[in-house]
């Protein structure tokens, strides 16, 4: 069973993603990327392959407002990250409820301009259209009302119960766990932009005998040495092309 990621998989959200952070981190509500000052985008989305939790925008996200005397490309190591996350002393839980209620004021707001934000990636998106509703499975750290409403919008079809979201700070190993309790369909191919969610899954999952295989998204949110790091773990890597060849071979077989 194929299991796919959302952002950074199947839609490009990167830009309504820092205005979101940007609006959380300093309770403003801008509604466009040239609304937030300096280099404070750039700096923000060249690091953003380092959050897993959305929550964890929040800290990255500050640390970038104060930083904007620095190279808009300039990227943090993991070990530089982890000290700027490590700082933070709001709960994670109360950092990702507060992203998504962020976001829903947005929506609220100006529905157009924050599907503006958004796009989906192709060709993946359209060979996913065309692909039976009920075997698409969504496993993301996105809220599902904001996954939803963009999948409605965008023409893709799908299972509302398919869509295991990251409402409440829920884990995608916690969700893993539940589709595999209902669905009961092992091995699962999973892919994601994010190398650290993909590590974190083996690391759970693939102790005993191989659960999961794991798909690094090339053209997401992938950062520095993500590729090589991925290939020496026996990660599979691949294009949109590649996913969509192996979506074709399930289908027929």
Request: aromatic residues 10%; glycine residues 6%.
């Amino acid at each position: 069973m194929l299991i796919f990621d959302f952002d950074g998989v199947l839609v490009n959200s990167i830009d309504e993603i820092t205005v979101t952070a940007y609006n959380v981190t300093t309770d403003k509500l801008v509604m466009r990327l040239g609304d937030i000052p300096g280099t404070v985008p750039s700096r923000f989305q060249k690091n953003r392959f380092h959050v897993q939790s959305i929550g964890d925008v929040v800290p990255l996200m500050h640390w970038c407002i104060q930083n904007d005397h620095l190279d808009p490309d300039f990227i943090l190591t993991r070990e530089e990250y982890l000290s700027i996350r490590q700082q933070e002393t709001a709960p994670l839980i109360d950092r990702v409820n507060g992203f998504f209620s962020t976001r829903k004021r947005f929506v609220e707001m100006d529905e157009e301009r924050w599907l503006a934000l958004n796009g989906p990636f192709q060709p993946i998106w359209d060979a996913l259209k065309k692909y039976p509703s009920e075997t698409v499975i969504l496993l993301t750290n996105k809220n599902r009302a904001a996954a939803i409403h963009l999948c409605r919008y965008f023409g893709l079809i799908l299972k509302e119960e398919n869509v295991y979201s990251g409402d409440d700070g829920i884990t995608k190993i916690e969700n893993l766990n539940r589709i595999h309790q209902r669905l009961d369909h092992a091995p699962y191919d999973f892919i994601d932009d994010s190398l650290m969610n993909l590590r974190e899954l083996d690391l759970h999952f693939n102790r005993k005998e191989p659960f999961l295989r794991l798909i690094l998204a090339a053209w997401g949110y992938t950062g520095p040495g993500d590729e090589d790091t991925a290939r020496s773990l026996g990660y599979a890597i691949f294009s949109q092309n590649d996913l969509i060849d192996l979506m074709c071979r399930r289908l027929s077989s």
